[in-house]
T-cell receptor, first 113, second 115 residues
Framework: GDSVTQMEGPVTLSEEAFLTINCTYT??????LFWYVQYPGEGLQLLLK?????DKGSNKGFEATYRKETTSFHLEKGSVQVSDSAVYFC????????????FGAGTRLAVHP | EAGVVQSPRYKIIEKKQPVAFWCNPI?????LYWYRQNLGQGPELLIR????????DSQLPKDRFSAERLKGVDSTLKIQPAELGDSAVYLC?????????????FGQGTRLTVV
C-alpha cells in the first residue's frame, strides 16, 4: 500500500544553518504531497503542499519540490530560526483519495541559538 | 475563531477501564476525523465522519473502540476496555468536506496513558 518514509531525527542545527529533511514515498498513480508541522503544545498545521510532479510548495521560507522520478518531497529551508523547532511530518493523499492522508513518522528539529 | 477543541488533554487510566474523548470541531465543518498517533509515529486515521455518518471506519478496532457524532457536530471516541497498547495521542480534526483531508484543522490531541 501507499506509504511515506522520512529521515529519522532528531535533527539538531544552529540558528541560520541550512535545513534538509528527506521524504520519499510509495504510491500508485499521482498522489498529492504535504508537509505538516507540529509546534510544542500545538496541533498539526499544514506547512506546504504540491499536487503534481515538479510543483514546488513553499511557505514561511520552507520549500519542497515534488519529484516524481525519485518519488521524493524533501523539505528545505535556507536559514533556520529557533522558532522553527518542531516536529515535521511528510504526508501524502492518494490519487483519487483526497479525503485520506498517510503520514510519515515525523522528524524532530531542534534549533539552537 | 476557536479551533478544534479536544478534552481532556491528558488521561491516565488502568487497563480494562473505559475511557472517552470529546471533540468540538470548527463551526461549519461537516467532515470530522479521529486519528491515533503512537509514540514516534505519524497519525493514522481511525474514522471519518461526513456530518453524522461514519463514511470510513475501516481502521477502527470495532471490538473495543466506538465513536459517535450526534447532530453532526461534536464527536466522542470511546475505548472499552482499554489495553496497554492503546496508549497514544488521539487527534481530532475537521474540515469543509469538499476541501479534503489536507485542509483539515487539527486539535491539540488527548494523550492517553494506560497503566
Amino acid at each position: 500500500g501507499d506509504s511515506v518514509t522520512q529521515m529519522e531525527g532528531p535533527v539538531t542545527l544552529s540558528e541560520e544553518a541550512f535545513l534538509t529533511i528527506n521524504c520519499t514515498y510509495t504510491a500508485t498513480g499521482y498522489p498529492s504531497l504535504f508537509w505538516y508541522v507540529q509546534y510544542p503544545g500545538e496541533g498539526l498545521q499544514l506547512l506546504l503542499k504540491a499536487t503534481k510532479a515538479d510543483d514546488k510548495g513553499s511557505n514561511k521560507g520552507f520549500e519542497a519540490t515534488y519529484r516524481k522520478e525519485t518519488t521524493s518531497f524533501h523539505l528545505e529551508k535556507g536559514s533556520v530560526q529557533v522558532s522553527d523547532s518542531a516536529v515535521y511530518f511528510c504526508a501524502l493523499s492518494p490519487f483519487g483519495g483526497y479525503n485520506k492522508l498517510i503520514f510519515g513518522a515525523g522528524t524532530r528539529l531542534a534549533v539552537h541559538p | 475563531e476557536a479551533g478544534v477543541v479536544q478534552s481532556p488533554r491528558y488521561k491516565i487510566i488502568e487497563k480494562k477501564q473505559p475511557v472517552a474523548f470529546w471533540c468540538n470541531p470548527i463551526s461549519g465543518h461537516n467532515t470530522l476525523y479521529w486519528y491515533r498517533q503512537n509514540l514516534g509515529q505519524g497519525p493514522e486515521l481511525l474514522i471519518r465522519y461526513e456530518n453524522e455518518e461514519a463514511v470510513d471506519d475501516s481502521q477502527l478496532p470495532k471490538d473495543r473502540f466506538s465513536a459517535e457524532r450526534l447532530k453532526g457536530v461534536d464527536s466522542t471516541l470511546k475505548i472499552q476496555p482499554a489495553e496497554l497498547g492503546d496508549s497514544a495521542v488521539y487527534l481530532c480534526a475537521s474540515s469543509l468536506g469538499w476541501q479534503g483531508a489536507s485542509e483539515a484543522f487539527f486539535g491539540q490531541g488527548t494523550r492517553l496513558t494506560v497503566v
